[in-house]
């Protein structure tokens, strides 16, 4: 089973760096334990051109910090019924799976990690408790990361809510 965890946002805007921070983190882990099956990937943003990229996973894992009323951090299913959104700044990962789907013809299995984050000003580090939330976060996807088969099969948007 082929997987892609993608982070994305601006280390320079301090929680806005969670994916990134995810990505790297998981990355050496999985590097550790020999789970050659796990690419990772991060940028400032999503891509259009990151739809190629998912069609060719069977599950693909997007990070994010949120800004949303969650506690911790939050896993939903993302899929033809997510938030389609797309401008020259901004590409959601709701649109990038659509792309994937209407250009190559492939639905890999898409999540979305929101991982809550309290501080944006530009600078580079994550604020104390957006560090605690990536901990919770890197120990769930440790767990998720070494049964993805049980991933694949949930059905609901909300996976889990810590």
Known sequence: MKILVYGYGNPGRMDDGLGSELVNAL?????????DNIEFDSNY??????????????????????????DDFLLTKVDENSKL?????EA????????SN??????PKTFLLHIKGYKWDFQQ???????????????????VLKNPY????????????N
Do not use: C
């Open 92 to 99: 959601s990962p709701g649109y990038i799976y659509h792309l």
């Open 102 to 107: 209407k250009l190559f013809n492939k639905s």
């Open 85 to 89: 959104s797309f401008t020259s700044h």
């Open 150 to 161: 049980k991933i694949s099969n949930f059905k609901h948007n909300i996976i889990i809510q």
């Open 27 to 35: 990355e050496q882990w999985a590097k550790e334990n020999n789970m």
């Open 125 to 143: 580090g994550l604020s104390e408790k957006a560090k605690l939330n990536l901990n919770k976060a890197i120990a769930y996807m440790k767990i």
């Open 45 to 70: 943003q999503l891509n259009i051109e990151d739809a190629y990229e998912i069609s060719t996973k069977d599950i693909v894992i997007f990070v994010d910090a949120s800004r949303e009323d969650i």
